[in-house]
């Protein structure tokens, strides 16, 4: 296991380092630069200079490329070029806590709702309940998340006044506060995860069902949620884990517009904003860290793997 580690972990940072390259790239191939259309109203190309200069984009690209993997490396993401001239790393530091709490929270959603259902539509196959929880899944994969997050704010804000319509609480003013921001975010993310993860479950669980050793447990007399949980169910988890790991990380992704309708200035948004104001510093660091998490969530997808089945031996 350690030696598939450190290739894994090897491998990560290859992949990391492909991010960071490409991401680096291509914002700089994209015509123009963020400080002539800062200084656009003034018209003034000296001004524009100055500031180019301060921030290091008269050098030649390579240069830049070459400055911004050593500090990135010891890490230092560099500085916003709009506003007060926040260190990258503050403002990750400010808005990533949002992001993962809504990320965390929609995971434990999901797989709350989906797990249970997933198991109860395998038991029941092709019976009404069974029918009734695939009619559901697939309603919640056809409602698109802002969509859906909209719906939620018209009834439980707007309507029944239960619920704050827009913003964030930090987990330091009471867990009470912090819940009620971000159980709307969360749900209306979860929802169209937890249909996916449930059809995995039903599926992986019919296909273990018909295996022999189930049918021998069965036969045994062993009841049948002993059969269901204790033979079925682990042995069936493989592909329902890659599923889960794949759905954490693209929850982090789909946090990005969901932020922007609850008006909450999580990772997503600053990242948005970064795109619009070209502010390149502030969309490296950004994407790095988010596909820092895809790859965390792969290698602890791998991890998993071997520790529930195992014949899985990566040496």
């Given at each position: 296991m350690?030696?598939?580690?450190l290739?894994?972990?090897?491998?990560?940072?290859?992949?990391m380092?492909?991010?960071?390259?490409?991401?680096?790239f291509?914002?700089r191939?994209v015509?123009?630069?963020?400080?002539?259309?800062?200084v656009?109203d003034?018209?003034?190309?000296?001004?524009?200079e100055?500031?180019?200069r301060?921030f290091?984009?008269?050098?030649p690209?390579?240069?830049?490329?070459?400055?911004y993997?050593?500090?990135a490396?010891?890490?230092?993401?560099?500085t916003?070029?709009y506003?007060?001239?926040?260190?990258?790393?503050?403002?990750i530091?400010?808005?990533f806590?949002?992001?993962?709490?809504?990320?965390?929270?929609?995971?434990?959603?999901?797989?709350?709702?989906?797990?249970?259902?997933?198991?109860?539509?395998?038991?029941?196959k092709?019976s009404?309940?069974?029918?009734g929880?695939?009619?559901?899944?697939?309603?919640?994969?056809?409602?698109?998340?802002?969509w859906?997050a909209?719906?939620?704010i018209?009834a439980?804000?707007?309507?029944?006044?239960?619920?704050?319509?827009?913003?964030?609480?930090?987990?330091s003013?009471?867990?009470?506060?912090?819940?009620?921001?971000?159980?709307?975010?969360a749900?209306?993310?979860?929802?169209?995860?937890a249909?996916?993860?449930?059809?995995?479950?039903?599926?992986?669980?019919?296909?273990?069902?018909?295996?022999?050793?189930?049918?021998?447990?069965?036969?045994?007399?062993?009841?049948?949620?002993?059969?269901?949980?204790?033979?079925a169910?682990?042995?069936?988890?493989?592909?329902?884990?890659?599923?889960?790991?794949?759905?954490?990380?693209?929850?982090?992704?789909g946090?990005?517009?969901?932020?922007?309708?609850?008006?909450?200035?999580?990772?997503g948004?600053v990242?948005?904003?970064g795109?619009?104001?070209r502010?390149y510093?502030?969309?490296?660091?950004?994407?790095?860290?988010?596909?820092?998490?895809?790859?965390?969530?792969?290698?602890?997808?791998?991890?998993?793997y071997?520790?529930?089945?195992?014949r899985?031996?990566y040496e």
């Amino acid at each position: 296991m350690s030696k598939y580690l450190l290739r894994r972990t090897l491998g990560a940072m290859v992949v990391m380092w492909a991010v960071a390259t490409l991401v680096f790239f291509m914002l700089r191939a994209v015509p123009g630069d963020p400080f002539t259309a800062m200084v656009f109203d003034t018209g003034d190309p000296t001004a524009a200079e100055e500031m180019r200069r301060a921030f290091g984009f008269d050098q030649p690209v390579y240069v830049q490329y070459f400055k911004y993997l050593v500090q990135a490396v010891q890490g230092n993401l560099g500085t916003s070029i709009y506003g007060s001239r926040v260190p990258v790393a503050t403002i990750i530091a400010e808005s990533f806590p949002r992001t993962l709490s809504i990320t965390v929270l929609a995971f434990l959603i999901a797989v709350t709702i989906a797990i249970p259902a997933g198991l109860i539509s395998a038991l029941y196959k092709y019976s009404a309940l069974d029918h009734g929880v695939t009619i559901v899944a697939f309603l919640g994969l056809s409602m698109p998340d802002f969509w859906l997050a909209i719906l939620l704010i018209i009834a439980f804000a707007a309507g029944l006044g239960w619920l704050p319509a827009i913003g964030y609480a930090p987990l330091s003013e009471g867990f009470g506060a912090w819940l009620s921001h971000l159980i709307m975010p969360a749900i209306a993310i979860g929802t169209p995860f937890a249909a996916i993860i449930a059809r995995m479950v039903r599926s992986s669980m019919l296909e273990v069902l018909r295996t022999e050793y189930v049918q021998v447990a069965s036969s045994k007399g062993l009841l049948r949620w002993q059969v269901l949980l204790q033979h079925a169910f682990p042995n069936a988890l493989i592909p329902v884990i890659t599923v889960m790991g794949i759905a954490l990380a693209l929850l982090m992704a789909g946090a990005v517009v969901v932020e922007n309708v609850f008006a909450i200035k999580g990772l997503g948004r600053v990242l948005i904003q970064g795109i619009l104001n070209r502010d390149y510093p502030v969309v490296q660091g950004a994407i790095l860290i988010v596909s820092g998490i895809f790859v965390l969530s792969n290698l602890i997808v791998d991890m998993l793997y071997a520790a529930i089945d195992p014949r899985i031996r990566y040496e």
